[in-house]
């Protein structure tokens, strides 16, 4: 909770002052039964009516004020609370978006969405109800026993019998609480990703016809987060109930003594109808903390959840070096090869990936990577742009050990499309441009090169064209197109293609790759590709399985050495390429 009062901070002199404004209309509220019982044991008796309507007067304006003040200060607490949790928000997105990849792995992609949303509504909601509730539910309730205490010590006595019994089982359930609203928001996380993989795999569960299959699954989600929830509910439910069993036996007993004390002349009626508006207020003000302390607890939960993310330092991050520049830098990368992997080996989980990869490609030539499915093609690229850490061996670029690199002018160096990239719904400029200073010089070339200069131009918005949320109306051809175009606008230094091309015809895939072989001779790039087509003209192919390099060299030596790479190029290309 420390670092939720880092947030409240800058808003300490508004919180300070609404605060101030509540405890005034608070106090306004106390006054209204002690004037009342004015009025009916000292005003009434004597007959004077002027007197009687100045009272009225006053109360009327101490109701006034008391709702007037309690607007004012809500209206702040709700801007409190808002402000405090969009910089949360702020912080949190943030925070996500430089995630290391394994982070975000363990942390899941559904529970960072719930923190990032429904955690911190719970923690604005307590945030608003501490600043509404507590101090109002406070001042009625010392505010009460002290004006009690004052009229009638004996009558006050009587009630705070009952407080002890009401203090302990509110501390009980509060305790008890707090764990059982994190294991709520955790099933909450497990249905929120079930939703997410239903929304995004539609379209298979209807072709495969698993609708009803993945209805039971929902519900299976369903109800152990409604069990969850339940669990929570009920435990927190028994609070009521029970501060209100003992404050009704104190009501009970204050009105039974209350009784006894008239009929012997200790008291007067006036005193016992304001001893019980008081004790109606006292009640209710206990009712408002059991709130709080329920919106603490759910609160409190979801701001640890928040915080575990916060408190989360990104393992892979460099800063930028600003030592002294090193005086060969130019001389070891005319002398060393562009990328080069030194026995680099990789484990998920201690599932081994990849082991003792090891090869280099000079600057400007093209590494071809090919093999079966989970043989750990896309992770070596991961591995390269930093994504992931190695576990063993090293990484190079230009001579240098890419954990020395900077990460922004690592990932900088980089253009790079993805077997599942994202089209975001907005325009097709605004989708290769991605937020960079491109110039539309540089955005037609980028559209020419990756074939997407014929189609772009048929829409009449042409590349003002607006795309809908992964890019829906566009094929699949389109799609990796556009992703190609956003990756070669930037002049990549290193151009990576993983899978890139599984989308295009061998006429438009060959016509990609003699385009960037033309214009980017500077370029190495990086073709992840089941095509042999795709990969054949490569100066370095690599040939993955399990994990490991069981064949390298170029096209026409992996033929004769490789026997798999043969099988593979004989299934797709014909025997006439083994001539």
Same mark, same amino acid.
């Given at each position: 909770?420390?670092?939720?009062?880092?947030?409240?901070?800058?808003?300490?002199?508004?919180?300070?002052?609404?605060?101030?404004?509540?405890?005034?209309?608070?106090?306004?509220?106390?006054?209204?039964?002690?004037?009342?019982?004015?009025?009916?044991?000292?005003?009434?008796?004597?007959?004077?009516?002027?007197?009687?309507?100045?009272?009225?007067?006053?109360?009327?304006?101490?109701?006034?004020?008391?709702?007037?003040?309690?607007?004012?200060?809500?209206?702040?607490?709700? /801007?409190?609370?808002?402000?405090?949790?969009?910089?949360? /928000?702020?912080?949190?997105?943030?925070?996500?978006?430089?995630?290391?990849?394994? &982070?975000?792995?363990?942390?899941?992609?559904?529970?960072?969405?719930?923190?990032?949303?429904?955690?911190?509504?719970?923690?604005?909601?307590?945030?608003?109800?501490?600043?509404?509730?507590?101090?109002?539910?406070?001042?009625?309730?010392?505010?009460?026993?002290?004006?009690?205490?004052?009229?009638?010590?004996?009558?006050?006595?009587?009630?705070?019998?009952?407080?002890?019994?009401?203090?302990?089982?509110?501390?009980?359930?509060?305790?008890?609480?707090?764990?059982?609203?994190?294991?709520? &928001?955790?099933?909450?996380?497990?249905?929120?990703?079930?939703?997410?993989?239903?929304?995004?795999?539609?379209?298979?569960?209807?072709?495969?016809?698993?609708?009803?299959?993945?209805?039971?699954?929902?519900?299976?989600?369903?109800?152990?987060?409604?069990?969850?929830?339940?669990?929570?509910?009920?435990?927190?439910?028994?609070?009521?109930?029970?501060?209100?069993?003992?404050?009704?036996?104190?009501?009970?007993?204050?009105?039974?003594?209350?009784?006894?004390?008239?009929?012997?002349?200790?008291?007067?009626?006036?005193?016992?109808?304001?001893?019980?508006?008081?004790?109606?207020?006292?009640?209710?003000?206990?009712?408002?903390?059991?709130?709080?302390?329920?919106?603490?607890?759910?609160?409190?939960?979801?701001?640890? /959840?928040?915080?575990?993310?916060?408190?989360?330092?990104?393992?892979?991050?460099?800063?930028?070096?600003?030592?002294?520049?090193?005086?060969?830098?130019?001389?070891?990368?005319?002398?060393?090869?562009?990328?080069?992997?030194?026995?680099?080996?990789?484990?998920?989980?201690?599932?081994?990936?990849? &082991?003792?990869?090891?090869?280099?490609?000079?600057?400007?030539?093209?590494?071809?990577?090919?093999?079966?499915?989970?043989?750990?093609?896309?992770?070596?690229?991961?591995?390269?742009?930093?994504?992931?850490?190695?576990?063993?061996?090293?990484?190079?670029?230009?001579?240098?050990?890419?954990?020395?690199?900077?990460?922004?002018?690592?990932?900088?160096?980089?253009?790079?499309?993805?077997?599942?990239?994202?089209?975001?719904?907005?325009?097709?400029?605004?989708?290769?441009?991605?937020?960079?200073?491109?110039?539309?010089?540089?955005?037609?070339?980028?559209?020419?090169?990756?074939?997407?200069?014929?189609?772009?131009?048929?829409?009449?918005?042409?590349?003002?064209?607006?795309?809908?949320?992964?890019?829906?109306?566009?094929?699949?051809?389109?799609?990796?197109?556009?992703?190609?175009?956003?990756?070669?606008?930037?002049?990549?230094?290193?151009?990576?293609?993983?899978?890139?091309?599984?989308?295009?015809?061998?006429?438009?895939?060959?016509?990609? /790759?003699?385009?960037?072989?033309?214009?980017?001779?500077?370029?190495?790039?990086?073709?992840?590709? &089941?095509?042999?087509?795709?990969?054949?003209?490569?100066?370095?192919?690599?040939?993955?399985?399990?994990?490991?390099?069981?064949?390298?060299?170029?096209?026409?030596?992996?033929?004769?050495?490789?026997?798999?790479?043969?099988?593979?190029?004989?299934?797709?290309?014909?025997?006439?390429?083994?001539?």
């Amino acid at each position: 909770m420390k670092n939720l009062f880092k947030y409240l901070s800058p808003y300490k002199l508004r919180i300070a002052g609404a605060l101030t404004i509540k405890a005034i209309g608070t106090v306004m509220d106390l006054f209204i039964p002690w004037l009342l019982a004015v009025i009916i044991d000292d005003i009434i008796p004597t007959e004077n009516l002027n007197a009687v309507i100045i009272y009225g007067i006053l109360m009327v304006v101490c109701s006034f004020c008391a709702v007037l003040f309690n607007i004012m200060a809500n209206r702040s607490a709700s /801007r409190v609370s808002s402000n405090c949790i969009r910089a949360i /928000r702020h912080d949190l997105f943030e925070k996500i978006s430089y995630l290391d990849a394994s &982070q975000i792995d363990e942390f899941s992609i559904s529970s960072l969405e719930s923190r990032i949303t429904t955690d911190t509504y719970n923690v604005q909601r307590m945030v608003n109800v501490m600043q509404r509730m507590a101090i109002r539910a406070a001042i009625l309730f010392i505010g009460g026993l002290v004006i009690t205490t004052i009229q009638d010590p004996f009558l006050t006595l009587t009630l705070l019998c009952t407080l002890p019994f009401i203090a302990f089982f509110t501390v009980i359930i509060t305790k008890k609480s707090i764990p059982l609203y994190t294991e709520q &928001q955790k099933s909450a996380d497990n249905l929120i990703k079930v939703v997410r993989e239903n929304a995004s795999g539609v379209r298979i569960i209807k072709a495969l016809n698993r609708t009803e299959y993945e209805k039971d699954r929902f519900e299976k989600a369903n109800k152990e987060a409604i069990k969850k929830e339940k669990k929570a509910n009920l435990t927190v439910a028994a609070t009521n109930p029970i501060i209100s069993f003992f404050l009704n036996l104190g009501l009970s007993a204050v009105i039974v003594v209350g009784a006894l004390m008239i009929t012997n002349h200790k008291s007067s009626v006036g005193n016992i109808i304001s001893f019980i508006q008081y004790f109606t207020i006292i009640s209710n003000a206990m009712i408002a903390i059991t709130r709080v302390f329920v919106s603490y607890s759910n609160g409190a939960a979801a701001m640890n /959840r928040i915080n575990e993310v916060l408190a989360s330092e990104p393992s892979l991050w460099v800063e930028a070096y600003r030592g002294v520049e090193d005086e060969n830098a130019e001389e070891n990368i005319e002398n060393s090869p562009h990328i080069e992997f030194s026995d680099v080996s990789f484990a998920y989980e201690k599932h081994n990936v990849l &082991q003792n990869i090891s090869f280099s490609v000079s600057r400007g030539e093209t590494l071809g990577i090919i093999g079966g499915t989970g043989c750990g093609k896309s992770t070596l690229i991961s591995l390269l742009m930093r994504i992931y850490d190695t576990n063993e061996g090293e990484i190079k670029i230009d001579g240098k050990n890419i954990k020395e690199i900077p990460t922004e002018e690592l990932r900088s160096r980089f253009g790079s499309v993805f077997q599942n990239d994202f089209i975001f719904k907005d325009s097709i400029k605004e989708n290769v441009m991605f937020g960079r200073d491109i110039s539309q010089e540089k955005l037609e070339k980028a559209f020419r090169l990756a074939q997407a200069y014929d189609f772009v131009n048929e829409y009449p918005e042409k590349s003002d064209y607006m795309l809908d949320i992964k890019g829906a109306n566009l094929s699949g051809g389109q799609k990796q197109r556009l992703t190609i175009a956003r990756a070669i606008a930037g002049d990549p230094e290193i151009l990576i293609l993983d899978d890139a091309s599984s989308a295009l015809d061998y006429k438009t895939d060959a016509a990609l /790759r003699r385009a960037i072989k033309e214009n980017y001779q500077s370029t190495t790039t990086v073709i992840v590709s &089941q095509r042999v087509s795709s990969i054949m003209h490569a100066n370095l192919i690599l040939v993955l399985e399990e994990g490991k390099i069981i064949g390298s060299g170029t096209h026409e030596e992996l033929l004769l050495t490789c026997e798999y790479y043969r099988d593979t190029a004989k299934s797709q290309m014909g025997g006439v390429i083994l001539d």
